[in-house]
């Protein structure tokens, strides 16, 4: 099994550019969450999609959209970026909270 | 423990040490607990967890014990090896909602 994979690795974007990060998970879960990852801070949700159909926002939702494109894939996308989302991105996916998440590689997004 | 900011703490221990890493949680209501280790350019690996109803729990080489009294979480890793460089953070989550994430320590092991 591949777990959680992630594409791209890496991106830079230009102010105002859109783009959108793709995860998939291949272990049948039901909850998968996107998350930002920022110097010297803990993970922040910025969306989460507790069961196929449905989508909430975390803390952090504010220039984000996501969609939950089938069970297995949960994409992030940007409309218009900003340096502000300069960032690592991780998505995860577990059976459901409060079981362990497990994580992508991550997406390293510059915003310039 | 740890604090916010853009520095992380860290913690430098000689090969074949203990290793002990803290976090204080936050929130009293917190029951599940969960210890991860993020090595440098990777997606943060799950390496043990606690309920609140436990206030020890081991794995191998690893023991997580939990202080619910003042909130406090600890990770002892017996005799840290070079691999075990990375950095560890908790997570804690309350009655079935989302994770709230601590930011982590840096564990430097020293040859």
């Known amino acids: 099994n591949a777990g959680v994979t992630q594409t791209p690795k890496f991106q830079v974007l230009k102010t105002g550019q859109s783009m959108t990060l793709q995860c998939a998970q291949d272990m049948n879960h039901n909850s998968m969450y996107w998350y930002r990852q920022d110097p010297g801070m803990g993970l922040r949700l910025i969306y989460y999609?507790?069961?196929?159909?449905?989508?909430d926002k975390g803390e952090v939702p504010n220039g984000y959209n996501v969609s939950r494109l089938n069970k297995r894939e949960f994409s992030l996308r940007l409309e218009s970026a900003a340096p502000s989302q300069t960032s690592v991105y991780f998505c995860?996916?577990?059976?459901?909270?409060?079981?362990?998440?497990?994580f992508g590689p991550g997406t390293r997004l510059t915003v310039t | 423990g740890e604090s916010v900011g853009l520095h992380l703490p860290t913690l430098s221990v000689q090969e074949g040490d203990n290793s002990i890493i803290n976090c204080a949680y936050s929130n009293s209501a917190s029951d599940y607990f969960i210890w991860y280790k993020q090595e440098s350019g990777k997606g943060p690996q799950f390496i043990i967890d606690i309920r609140s109803n436990m206030d020890k729990r081991q794995g191998q080489r690893v023991t997580v014990l939990l202080n619910k009294t003042v909130k406090h979480l600890s990770l002892q890793i017996a005799a840290t090896q070079p691999g075990d460089s990375a950095v560890y953070f908790c997570a804690e989550n309350s009655e079935g909602q989302n994770f709230v994430f601590g930011p982590g320590t840096r564990l430097s092991v020293l040859p």
């Open positions: 995860a996916s577990n059976r459901g909270s409060p079981y362990e998440q497990y």
């Open positions: 999609s507790a069961s196929e159909g449905t989508t």
